[in-house]
């Protein structure tokens, strides 16, 4: 009989050495992100490391993990995609203080959302490889190569933001704790989103323009009111756990497919039939449409509705093109409807071109207002208070439509009845089809 | 193709609705968007109905976010795909470049709607058609289909995965508002049937290769055997980041061959040609209806005209193009934006005239004025 004995992973480091600077903290801090991962045992493969630019994101690179080498500011984003799509992967980001400005609204969200993610920010107070400019983390009268004469900007306080933002773990340290690697461990294990705000020096730039020193870096934390250590700690659901369990009762449900309509009477069109309503959004032009559109279908028509409106939701006009048809047509616009009824003053004020294009064939619906508008086409005025019953302003479509389907006949109103009877608003839909029917009676 | 006996089996939907009906049935497991007029019935569908297949749909903090999560689930192994309008592609330029560069598959469904800037949230237009093949730096190949109707909605969305995973790489839907949200009768018998889409895969060694420079490496998924790199740097097969020219070109120039060698695999087009005919109307997406339209209009008055309909729009079909160029003297290329696809076709028509049918007001192009400059 053979033993098998496992030995645990004894580094994650590749054999190569850092590309830092001397006397640059990003290095001490990588090694105990590194000694953090052999004390939870983690598998390799099973481990992501998400980075993007700057120094720190050459840091990847130094892993035997599997790695994501994004965009500036970005890690945040593809990390949680990751995570969202296989919740069982060690995912860890490594960025800096640059990333957390261009990428602010990532870090702040990723809190928010408690995306079980560990995000390390190596922070040294500039951006260090493009020559040592400014960051959001940048202290007031630091001076840097963009703040020649001392930053005017106030410092962000990153464990602040996203600490009162939900996120489930946050630290405040620099690359010369002793205790980096457990509290590494710590954020690791820690359900939902953690960042440790990283402090270190960037001996190429940062600590040559303003005499900052290890010595002096816990006392300027203090003296800005970022205080060092663990500052939150909480007990969350980690996202894309919850996303699976929120979603757990219609897992496996039926997505929506297609559902022919039931062909039940005969049509009497021989060409393409066009109808336009101009009216006013909220009135329920486009609803009004679809329920001709579906009569249509019940009598073995093809239709199509191209409906127009304003970016404002219940404000402005709703202008609705819809071809009946009795053969298959290409998405055409109406040029001259057949059959136009303006219902309302934001209708009108975009039935121009289509009045002015119709003839004496075609027919305009409209109300009592605009009984003498200028068009060739046959005048139906039809006033909606002479209705036995007032009719509302989101009945007016349906209303003037199932009028005009009852002067034109292009298929049976009982198709009409049954599409607006199966629907949502069943009741309030036949008593407008049925006002319209007889209106003009 | 539709029957012809029995009664009709006719639906009344939108585009929108195929393009995710379609996402799904092609394996779509991953979305990620932000709210955008037109593309948003996208997003919306997608929140409701993914849970349902135990994918993953996500609201991004914004477009950049969102494709951001699309990228890193793509890689962990999801057939991903999200959806805007123009000003989203603005946003998602810098990740166009990344899936290129990380040869990551992904689905972009672009709404046109009318620019520049906010322009017509709710206005139809086709200014993208230039701005996606080229909406990243570098100038690096993509692949746009563009449906010009419902039908070819859903056919071109399944397309666009089944693309996304042949050469790894951003595959775009190009369509807009209009075929997006319009309402039409579909025959439900019209659908082309649309099975899950296959990805390739190996669980070791390296992620990349570039030999043959046309050759497509099969996928790794992060968690999926030993462990693997992405990067948007230029780099080696293992994708560690390098200066070497030698590996530098062979990337860049794998990034274009696997795609302008296999134009034979992507080429997609309606063609309805006569023998007879001098003239050819050339068109893509929504300005398709009403040159279909005005080609039966014509023909029906006695006038030979040959109609192709654009479905790939990039890479340039130019197969298809030479032979639906043959022996036309003429060439009517209406859009909705002022001749930007028809400048791809001035250069591959030699001495023929091309003529555009534009507006860039919102309204649509009609047959009548079509037919108007076929005449």
Not at chain 1, 36 to 60: E, N, Q, T, Y
Not at chain 2, 26 to 47: D, E, N, R, V
Not at chain 2, 197 to 217: C, N, Q, T
């Amino acid at each position: 009989m053979s033993t098998i004995t496992i030995t645990p992973i004894a580094t994650f480091r590749t054999d190569d050495p850092y590309p830092f600077c001397p006397g640059c903290g990003h290095g001490p801090i990588l090694d105990r992100l590194n000694e953090a991962m052999v004390k939870l045992d983690f598998d390799p493969a099973r481990v992501v490391i998400v980075s993007d630019i700057g120094c720190s994101g050459l840091s990847d690179q130094y892993f035997t993990t599997s790695a994501f080498h994004g965009l500036h500011g970005r890690s945040i984003t593809y990390a949680t995609g990751i995570k969202l799509a296989n919740p069982d992967l060690e995912v860890i980001v490594i960025m800096g203080d640059g990333g957390t400005g261009i990428g602010g609204a990532h870090l702040l969200s990723a809190a928010r959302r408690n995306v079980g993610i560990t995000v390390i920010v190596m922070n040294n107070l500039n951006f260090g490889m493009t020559g040592g400019q400014h960051s959001t983390t940048t202290p007031e009268g630091g001076v840097t190569s963009t703040t020649p004469h001392g930053n005017l900007e106030h410092p962000l306080d990153i464990c602040a933001t996203v600490g009162v933002n939900g996120a489930a773990y946050v630290y405040r340290g620099s690359s010369f704790d002793k205790d980096l690697a457990d509290r590494f461990v710590a954020a690791m294990t820690t359900p939902g989103f953690a960042m440790l705000d990283i402090w270190d020096l960037c001996t190429a730039y940062y600590v040559r323009s303003n005499k900052f020193t290890r010595a002096g870096m816990e006392e300027s934390m203090r003296s800005w009111g970022m205080e060092p250590g663990l500052l939150y700690e909480r007990t969350v659901t980690e996202y894309a756990t919850g996303y699976r369990a929120a979603h757990a009762t219609i897992a496996g449900t039926p997505v929506a497919g297609p559902r022919p309509v039931t062909v039940g009477y005969e049509h009497a069109l021989d060409r393409p039939m066009s109808l336009v309503v101009a009216g006013s959004a909220g009135g329920k032009v486009r609803s009004a449409a679809r329920l001709v559109a579906m009569g249509g279908l019940r009598s073995g028509l093809w239709a199509a509705q191209r409906d127009d409106y304003p970016v404002t939701v219940k404000a402005g006009h709703s202008v609705t093109e819809l071809w009946l048809a009795p053969d298959e047509m290409p998405l055409t616009a109406v040029a001259r409807p057949d059959v136009f009824a303006v219902i309302s003053d934001d209708g009108y004020a975009k039935a121009g071109p289509y009045l002015a294009a119709m003839t004496d064939r075609d027919l305009v619906l409209t109300i009592p207002e605009f009984a003498g508008l200028s068009t060739a086409a046959r005048v139906v005025v039809v006033d909606p208070k002479a209705a036995p019953k007032r009719i509302p302003k989101t009945s007016l479509g349906l209303v003037f439509l199932s009028a005009a389907l009852t002067l034109t006949r292009p298929y049976p109103l009982d198709a009409l009845r049954d599409a607006a009877g199966s629907g949502s608003f069943a009741e309030v839909n036949l008593e407008a089809v049925a006002t319209g029917s007889s209106i003009l009676a | 193709m539709m029957t012809t006996t029995g009664a009709p089996r006719r639906e009344y939907v939108d585009g929108a609705t195929a393009i995710v009906r379609a996402a799904i049935d092609a394996g779509c497991t991953f979305f990620a968007g932000y709210p955008i007029t037109p593309a948003s019935g996208i997003l919306m569908a997608m929140m409701r109905e993914l849970p349902k297949v135990g994918g993953v749909a996500m609201q991004g903090e914004d477009e950049i976010a969102s494709m951001g999560m699309c990228l890193g689930a793509a890689m962990a192994g999801a057939k991903a795909m999200t959806a805007t309008s123009g000003p989203g592609i603005s946003l998602y330029s810098e990740n166009i470049g990344l899936a290129i560069m990380g040869e990551v598959p992904l689905v972009i469904v672009d709404v046109q709607r009318l620019g520049p800037a906010t322009g017509g949230a709710t206005t139809v237009a086709q200014g993208d058609v230039q701005f996606v093949r080229w909406g990243t730096a570098g100038g690096y190949p993509v692949i746009v289909l563009a449906p010009s109707s419902v039908p070819e909605s859903y056919g071109l969305t399944a397309k666009a995965f089944e693309l996304a995973e042949r050469f790894r790489c951003p595959v775009f839907l190009l369509t807009d508002k209009e075929i997006a949200m319009t309402l039409s009768a579909v025959d439900v018998d019209e659908y082309p049937s649309v099975g899950a889409v296959d990805r390739v895969e190996k669980d070791s060694g390296l992620p990349y290769a570039w030999e043959p420079p046309d050759g497509v490496e099969p996928m790794r998924r992060y968690g999926d055997g030993d462990a693997f790199r992405l990067t948007g740097s230029t780099h080696d097969e293992g994708a560690y980041i390098t200066k070497n020219a030698a590996k530098v070109g062979a990337l860049n120039e794998h990034l274009i061959a696997k795609i302008e060698a296999h134009r034979d695999e992507i080429e997609m087009v309606d063609a309805d040609l006569e023998s007879a005919a001098n003239t050819l109307v050339l068109s893509y997406g929504v300005t398709a209806g009403a040159a279909r339209a005005a080609v039966a209009g014509l023909r029906a008055d006695g006038a030979p005209v040959s109609s192709l309909v654009v479905q790939s729009l990039w890479p340039i079909p130019e197969t298809a193009l030479d032979a639906a160029l043959s022996g036309i003297e003429r060439v009517v290329v209406p859009e909705l934006n002022m001749g930007l696809y028809r400048r791809e076709i001035e250069r591959v028509a030699g001495d023929r005239t091309v003529v555009g049918v534009n507006r860039i007001d919102g309204t649509m192009i009609t047959a009548d004025e079509i037919a108007l400059a076929v005449r």
